[in-house]
């Protein structure tokens, strides 16, 4: 079933797509966190742009990848951007709303005490708001970094220069169904995900060790 | 930096008015809640003043309108001299205590660290910020090493609410508005935290603005109380004694209900009314001699005392032996023990409980004082009988 033979002589592909892949998604996560707090930020803040904003977003979702690329190649090239526009844009639906949701999950009681015990808006937003939102912009974070991962993939029909791991899919099937070449892209895709989103939790935790304590008195109990 | 050495302010109402824009006006409606109408009152520094009335009489926007969490619409307050309104709002909020209902500790932080948000607030030294929240706890009764590096979520809310007062006085501010600060814990937890905040302020004397729906809390905490009616407007403003015995409008007398006059005997402590001479007798005296004494008295009962002047028990006349000596096992521990500062409403009540006409009042070490009877306690319900007069007057002794 498996070629070897084409493994062993692919190794340096396969690494070098592995960490291709991890880079297009990275940025994309990275753009989409930024491009994310601020519209969040604005939202929570201007309470009537909201619904605005998320139903951009959520429309931006609807847009199929491939439609998107064939119209981006006529602006930007069979460039980098072309291939991390739609992936950012995937990801401010999930982004906007889940930030969005943190800063509203403050119970009001903390707000006030906040306010009544001398914060500036600023710092309100920096000590307390964005603290207490973290949980679910973490949650937020593994949603969408796990789907731009498997998203990545088909960057690869822009040109063979994308796609990650997705090359192989793409070029494996292109040649009739080549299964060993098709789970070499598959495969360590679908690790880099569970790795990835194993190290958001890892990182949660270390960060809001606050919100583990009911853990912890369960624990030590 | 000691805890004892705080200033405290004056709080000057001037006809300070709220009034809300109502979604749809009408003619002849109420007041929107939470409205104030003409509000002129002045906190003296150093006193609790309680405001207290029903849900929506605009008790909490009166106060938050002095840390300016809302904003009058007419009149002014002053916080010593200064008109708030002239503040900047946040530097007004860090020199003014603030602890509400639902505590608001922030979730994400260490209780060490929530107690110390205004010194941090207000950049104080990293040390002196941790050695001020260890100074704090300790003071609230929580054993820093052990509560310093908790989360509030470890907390019972009684020990949350602790924190919140801690939180309150960490920058020693001369002011502090409480916001029913009390209300969301169970009976026993808030008598316990009314007791400790009296305490508190016995030795620190801050000025708190204290807002409460319960009169009973009113009468206990302040030293001045403020009867607020719905539409915002004060019925009457004077210590609690006057409130219960003049109410100044049928509303205050309703408000401070039909047992009022049961109300005033918890303004009143054992220390404030005369107590009664009883005879009495030490383990090992000669029971003959003491015999003799208690039936040239009136009272049937003999109170027997240890070597230390401790009350152990009655002993009934008829049972004193003729001859002999007293021993311990001859007297019987009926009655409650009192001290100086149980309230009367507490003693009436303990001694009702021990189904017993007298109460035994005893000093810090526990020596005897004198004895409390129901008859004076009923003296000091007698209408005639002002309880601040009581206050006053008479320092007990006898025994």
């Known amino acids: ?221 | 930096m000691g805890v004892g050495a705080s200033r405290a302010a004056v709080v000057e109402y001037q006809h300070v008015s709220k009034r809300y824009a109502a979604a749809r006006p009408q003619r002849g409606s109420p007041a929107a809640p939470g409205a104030v109408n003409d509000l002129s009152l002045t906190v003296p520094a150093g006193k609790i003043c309680v405001l207290v009335g029903p849900s929506g009489c605009g008790k909490t926007t009166s106060l938050k309108m002095v840390n300016r969490l809302i904003e009058p619409t007419g009149g002014r307050i002053l916080v010593d001299g200064v008109d708030v309104a002239g503040r900047d709002a946040t530097e007004l909020r860090r020199e003014i205590g603030y602890v509400i209902q639902q505590v608001g500790l922030f979730p994400h932080q260490t209780i060490g660290a929530n107690v110390a948000v205004v010194p941090r607030l207000l950049r104080w030294p990293a040390a002196r910020q941790r050695e001020r929240a260890e100074e704090l706890l300790a003071l609230v009764g929580l054993e820093p090493a052990i509560y310093r590096d908790r989360y509030p979520a470890q907390l019972s809310g009684g020990e949350r609410q602790r924190v919140g007062v801690a939180r309150a006085l960490a920058a020693d501010p001369p002011l502090m508005l409480m916001d029913e600060p009390f209300g969301a814990v169970d009976p026993i937890v808030r008598e316990r935290l009314q007791n400790e905040l009296l305490r508190l302020q016995a030795e620190l004397a801050k000025t708190i603005l204290f807002v409460t729906h319960d009169i009973d809390e009113a009468i206990k905490m302040g030293d001045l109380v403020a009867v607020m009616q719905a539409g915002g407007r004060l019925e009457q403003f004077g210590p609690p004694a006057q409130i219960l015995a003049a109410p100044a409008s049928a509303f205050v007398a309703e408000f401070v209900g039909a047992d009022r006059g049961l109300k005033r005997l918890s303004l009143s402590r054992v220390g404030d009314v005369a107590l009664q001479p009883v005879v009495t007798a030490r383990v090992g005296d000669p029971a003959g001699e003491a015999r003799a004494r208690t039936f040239a008295d009136p009272f049937p009962y003999l109170l027997l005392l240890d070597a230390a002047d401790r009350p152990i028990g009655w002993i009934s006349q008829r049972h004193v032996p003729a001859s002999g000596v007293l021993e311990a096992s001859l007297a019987t521990p009926m009655s409650p023990l009192l001290d100086r500062r149980t309230t009367l409403k507490d003693a009436l009540s303990m001694m009702l409980d021990a189904d017993v006409q007298t109460g035994i009042v005893i000093d810090r070490t526990g020596r005897l004082r004198g004895v409390l009877s129901v008859e004076a306690i009923a003296a000091a319900l007698r209408p005639d009988a002002d309880p601040g007069a009581i206050a006053a007057g008479t320092a007990g002794a006898g025994g």
């Open chain 1, 1 to 221: 079933m498996i070629d070897w033979g084409w493994l062993a002589g692919h190794v340096d592909a396969i690494a070098y797509r592995t960490g291709q892949h991890l880079y297009l998604a990275a940025i994309a996560v990275g753009v989409g966190f930024a491009i994310s707090l601020v519209l969040a930020l604005v939202a929570a803040r201007r309470r009537v742009l909201y619904p605005p904003i998320s139903a951009l977003a959520g429309i931006l979702y609807t847009i199929p990848s491939l439609a998107l690329f064939a119209a981006l190649i006529s602006i930007t090239g069979f460039s980098v951007v072309t291939a991390e526009v739609p992936l950012v844009m995937y990801t401010l639906v999930i982004l906007v709303r889940n930030i969005v949701a943190g800063l509203d999950g403050v119970p009001a009681e903390v707000l006030e005490a906040a306010d009544g015990m001398g914060h500036t808006r600023r710092q309100r937003l920096w000590r307390v708001e964005l603290p207490l939102a973290v949980p679910l912009i973490v949650a937020g974070l593994r949603l969408a970094t796990v789907s731009t991962i498997g998203l990545v993939t088909i960057t690869g029909t822009i040109s063979d220069a994308f796609g990650g791991l997705g090359y192989f899919i793409l070029d494996g099937y292109h040649r009739g169904g080549f299964p060993t070449e098709m789970y070499a892209g598959a495969l360590p895709s679908i690790l880099l995900a569970l790795g990835a989103d194993f190290l958001f939790v890892r990182a949660q935790r270390r960060i809001t060790p606050w919100a583990q304590t009911r853990a912890l008195e369960a624990t030590a109990s």
